[in-house]
């Protein structure tokens, strides 16, 4: 009965001829061919992602036609898959195979094999359709769902209601899950006798696992000080470091590459000097001689790096070179890169999280869950006995929670909440959801979407709630878009919300210069949005030159992704809203306009000065009290203005308002009455 196709089989490639997953082809397809929903657990790195697709297409599973749509959590995941799975199989990115994630479509009429974003398949599926979403799907694979992020949890609610339905009929559905703990899905479908059960058995070498013996008090020198004893004293292999974020990447990339230089010219100057102990200052004899020491190779990983560098993790090292990988936890499952035998976890990850008290969402570092250390210990393992270096104490390890909780139960509700109903659900508090979010979550989106007029009181999407659902970006957002029509700048808001949603900075700032302020030429001292602004308007006129951006100190890669996102935001006016035209307000002289438009669109974002405390502020909703952050241009004003607007809440041990803007207190009751009244 099996309609492979032989010839394509025999072209798989050397690399994955050894996959784990590949013993178990037959059984997957036939899993999938006999039940609606197939569970199916394997190790990271067995080949869940790039083969199971794959799978499917050549034996040609499907009963129904359109395309197979895999999701993952991350755009970087779905766009680095979907280039390695083209190239295994011989294709150009967007013919068979291709990726669509938010701001980018990589895809055309032949692709049958598209890695998308979970959110991505959640908004095609709102707009409806019959090519989008899970409408246009014969097979829809949930990749990663172990990590229970929001969008996963919503579109399994969304393909459960599709299979309740029949509609489309013949629709398969695959949850690949890399962890053990399979069970809520199986159950959430309806248990044992709906749902296929597939287990991959991994190919896992032991990994000794190592503790520090006292806590750290600095991650970034813990970490650091472990690479280089590691490189040192361990043989060859390369090191995998999960860091929190961005800004630890960074600052840990640049110390580390300081050390490389100064090995270097120690191997230049004093090449058979043994090289001496970073902490105790004593040489032992067993370290190396610094002719015998190795370079270094630092290659970071996060989501927000543009991808001709993501791709550079994965080059394996030259002779004589150790590759150093620092990521987020990025690289706990989604990404698989070869070669690692050693693994340096500082227990941190950072997590969306609403604060319970104020209902604010942040992004917050805190310590990860067991599952997520073995699973980050694991990666050490994969080729051949590893070794993890945990830089906290063992006691830690065992205080962390078991599992992360999913996402859907700490986070912000209120763009979900709009999605939903834009998909027609009734009772978003019905909806099938594996975790049901906290009630009260529920009640505050939906008391945010009515405030911006999205909801009315009946709990259904308003005009307004429709097309602001239609818009790529977050509510608010969307809602200041809105706004912008009336006070005739929507070319300006456009820009400022295509730069807010290209997830990285736009200026180059060190950790130096951070205190300082905006590069000087984009200087704007009504606020950050407007420096923004200055920034690309200044690029635009300078024809979007690299060097004029390097020059200013602004990211170009950032500022280039930014024009994709307007254009995209842009076409969304056009062709949804039916905006006929794109209005300025002219230039800086008449920015008052965008700061009251910001106002209006983002009044709920708004925070007044503290009578006493001058330097403190209190948020409008959420009564949050937060500084200004250090890199605001308006940081350094005296006296600090009595009124912001912010797009950001950052929460460390201190709370910061980021990317903030000036406003008339008069202008609150003025331009928002409803919400503020005078006095
Ligand atoms: P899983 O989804 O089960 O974690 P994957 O299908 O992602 O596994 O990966 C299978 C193998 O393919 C891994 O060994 C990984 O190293 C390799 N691989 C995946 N993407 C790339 C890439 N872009 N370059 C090189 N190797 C890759
Ligand atoms: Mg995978």
């Given at each position: ?623 949050q009290e937060a500084r200004l952050h250090p890199s605001s241009v308006l940081h350094r004003r005296q006296p600090p203005p009595p009124c912001v607007v ?34």
């Amino acid at each position: 009965m099996e309609s492979e196709r032989p010839a394509k089989r025999a072209r798989q490639d050397q690399k994955t001829v050894a996959l784990p997953i590949l013993a178990f082809r037959e059984e997957i397809v036939r899993a999938v061919r006999q039940h609606r929903v197939v569970v199916l657990v394997g190790e990271t790195g067995s080949g869940k992602t790039t083969q199971v697709p794959r799978f499917l297409y050549e034996a040609a599973v499907a009963t129904r036609p359109g395309s197979i749509a895999v999701t993952q959590p991350r755009r970087i995941a779905a766009i680095s898959v979907a280039h390695r799975v083209a190239s295994e199989m011989g294709c150009e990115v967007g013919d068979l195979v291709g990726y669509h994630v938010r701001f980018l479509n990589r895809t055309s009429s032949k692709t049958k094999l598209k890695y998308m974003t979970d959110g991505m398949l959640v908004r095609e599926s709102a707009a409806g359709g019959a090519h989008a979403g899970i409408n246009g799907s014969s097979i829809v694979v949930l990749d990663e769902a172990h990590e229970r992020g929001i969008n996963t949890d919503v579109l399994l609610g969304l393909v459960k209601l599709a299979l309740e339905e029949d509609k489309p009929p013949g629709l398969r559905v695959v949850v690949m899950s890399a962890t053990i703990h399979a069970a809520p899905f199986v159950n959430f479908f309806g248990g044992s006798k709906e749902v296929k059960l597939v287990k991959v058995p991994g190919r896992q070498h032991p990994v000794q696992v190592f503790y520090t013996p006292a806590p750290e008090p600095d991650i970034i020198e813990a970490a650091l000080i472990s690479v280089l004893q590691l490189h040192l004293t361990r043989p060859a292999g390369d090191v995998l470091v999960f860091l929190p974020g961005q800004d630890d990447i960074e600052s840990l990339q640049r110390l580390l590459e300081e050390k490389q230089e100064m090995l270097i010219k120690e191997r230049q100057e004093n090449p058979t000097k043994r090289v001496v102990d970073q902490q105790g200052g004593l040489s032992t004899s067993s370290w190396p001689t610094y002719e015998k020491v190795q370079n270094l190779l630092v290659r970071p990983i996060y989501a927000s790096l543009p991808f001709d560098q993501q791709e550079l993790v994965f080059q394996p090292s030259p002779p004589g070179c150790r590759k150093v990988i620092l990521a987020t936890n990025i690289a706990e499952t989604s990404i698989t890169i070869p070669g690692i035998r050693y693994v340096i976890d500082t227990g941190l990850v950072k997590l969306k999280m609403t604060n319970p008290h104020t209902g604010v969402e942040m992004l917050r570092t805190v310590e990860t869950s067991q599952a997520s250390a073995l699973q980050r210990a694991g990666r050490a393992g994969r080729e051949a006995p590893g070794e993890v270096f945990r830089l906290y104490v063992e006691s830690e390890y065992h205080k962390m929670p078991v599992q992360t909780p999913a996402e859907i139960l700490r986070c912000e509700m209120a763009e979900v909440y709009m999605q939903l109903k834009a998909l027609g659900v009734a009772k978003v508090v019905g909806f099938p959801l594996v975790d049901k979010p906290p009630r009260e979550a529920l009640e505050k989106a939906a008391h945010f979407l009515c405030r911006i007029g999205a909801l009315d009181t009946r709990d259904d999407l308003t005009d307004l709630g429709r097309k602001l659902a239609t818009m790529p970006v977050s509510p608010l957002y969307a809602h200041c878009l809105h706004v912008s029509f009336e006070f005739e700048c929507t070319a300006e808001i456009l820009s400022i919300v295509a730069m807010l949603s290209a997830d990285a900075q736009i200026f180059i700032t060190s950790k130096k210069e951070r205190d300082g302020a905006k590069a000087k030429a984009f200087h704007h001292e009504d606020g950050d949005h407007l420096c923004l602004l200055s920034a690309f308007s200044q690029w635009k006129k300078h024809q979007h030159q690299k060097a004029f951006a390097s020059q200013n100190g602004l990211n170009h890669a950032a500022l280039e992704k930014s024009v994709t996102i307007r254009n995209q935001l842009k076409d969304v006016l056009h062709q949804a809203w039916g905006a006929s035209q794109i209005s300025s307000c002219g230039g800086p002289k008449n920015w008052m306009t965008v700061r009251r438009c910001l106002l209006k669109g983002l009044f709920t974002q708004t925070a007044r000065r503290d009578e006493v405390n001058q330097n403190s502020y209190r948020t409008f909703l959420s009564r949050q009290e937060a500084r200004l952050h250090p890199s605001s241009v308006l940081h350094r004003r005296q006296p600090p203005p009595p009124c912001v607007v912010y797009t950001e809440l950052f929460v460390t041990a201190k709370s910061y308002l980021r990317t903030v803007t000036e406003v008339d207190p008069a202008w609150l009751p003025e331009l928002c009455p409803r919400f503020f009244s005078t006095g």
